[in-house]
Every structure is written in C-alpha cells, then in structure tokens.
C-alpha cells in the first residue's frame, strides 16, 4: 500500500523544538522529491520546504527559513522535519507530501498536530 504516515507532533511551549518524521511505503521513496505542508485552524494549506530525492535540493518558504530544517534518510524511507524556535502561529497539522510542491490530489499522510502554547 502507497502511505505517508507522519509522527513526532506535540504540545510544546514557545521557543521550544520538535523533529517531525514521516514513514513512507509502497513506493521508491528515493526517487521523489518530498515536502511538508501545514494546516492551522481555519486556514488553507501552506507549503513548508521541499527536497530533491537525493537530498541536494532544498527549499523553504520565508515564513520557516531559519528556524525549519528538511532532511531525509533514503535508506530509512523517512522524511523529516526539524522544528526550532516554535513560535504560536506554528500550531497547525502538518502534513508530508509526495512531490516538491502543493498539488491537487497528491499523496500526503494523515498529518500530526503541533500545538504552541504556553
């Protein structure tokens, strides 16, 4: 079965870190390029970064440069996502995509909640 399935969500304080993961299967996962998306309350999709199958290529969205860190392990199958200096605008589901950017009816997991709250 093709699946995306992401982990590692929490509720944390201000100022504090979370890493991301996501498990992919049922396809060649090297040969993708990946992405993270977030969701807040009542909000549309809002793309993160994405990263190039072999991991040469990464892009962030100005709102999550400096503080996001993408990275993958071809070997595990995992994309990542490295949460620093979460501020409360960050809570949203977060969601892993296949494919470098927001598209209609791509393959994305069930998404994990992170919460910023003191």
């Known amino acids: 079965e093709v699946q995306l399935v992401e982990s590692g969500g929490g509720l944390v304080q201000p100022g504090e870190s979370l890493r991301l993961s996501c498990a992919a299967s049922g396809f060649t996962f090297s040969t993708y390029s990946m992405s993270w998306v977030r969701q807040a309350p009542g909000k549309g999709l809002e793309w993160l970064s994405a990263?190039?199958?072999?991991?040469?290529?990464?892009y962030y969205a100005d709102s999550v440069k400096g503080r996001f860190t993408i990275s993958r392990d071809n070997a595990k199958n995992t994309l990542y996502l490295q949460l620093n200096s979460l501020k409360s605008e960050d809570t949203a589901m977060y969601y892993c995509a296949r494919g470098p950017t927001l598209e209609v009816g791509q393959l994305r997991g069930q998404g994990t909640q992170v919460t910023v709250s003191s």
């Open positions: 990263i190039s199958g072999g991991g040469g290529l990464i």
